[in-house]
């Protein structure tokens, strides 16, 4: 998922290179917005910690880009792709490091395993959605 503050900064094209350049193949992409209750459920696990309500307000201020990405070994090469979750700890060329503004205005976000990969990707995409 291209965040908030990704779309607002105008890195769309840029991001999305980078993912294709790197041998993902999209299977299904939208522009959109998360409402409130988008983003409480989306983030749920998140629910009890303290920036929870930060994280909501910042991921329904402006629309995303919500994307499923296929290729082998795909989780662990994506959040290879993206970075350290804080830009400033982030690997030289990494989405983050070029496109992120700070640890809670990261640009992406990336599932952290297969079975959750699968839950975020129902969430934004219903199965006709999906190539």
């Known amino acids: 998922m291209l965040k908030p503050d990704a779309v607002e900064n105008g890195h769309i094209g840029a991001i999305l290179e980078k993912i294709t350049g790197a041998g ?3 299977v299904a992409m939208k ?3 998360l409402s409130k209750r988008d983003a409480e459920a989306f983030y749920s696990v998140h629910n009890e910690r ?3 309500g930060e994280l909501v307000t910042f991921m329904t201020r402006g629309p995303i880009v919500a994307a499923i990405l296929e290729k082998d070994n795909a989780v662990e ?3 290879a ?3 350290s979750t804080n830009p400033a700890e982030a690997a030289e060329g990494t989405i983050r490091k070029l496109f992120a503004k700070d640890i809670g205005e990261n640009a992406v ?3 952290d395993s297969d079975e959750n990969a699968a839950i975020e990707g129902a969430f934004h995409f219903a199965g ?3 190539y």
């Open 24 to 26: 993902f193949k999209i």
């Open 109 to 111: 976000h990336g599932s």
């Open 128 to 130: 006709r959605e999906i």
């Open 50 to 52: 303290p920036f929870f």
């Open 31 to 33: 522009y959109t917005q």
């Open 77 to 79: 090469d994506f959040r």
């Open 81 to 83: 792709l993206i970075g």
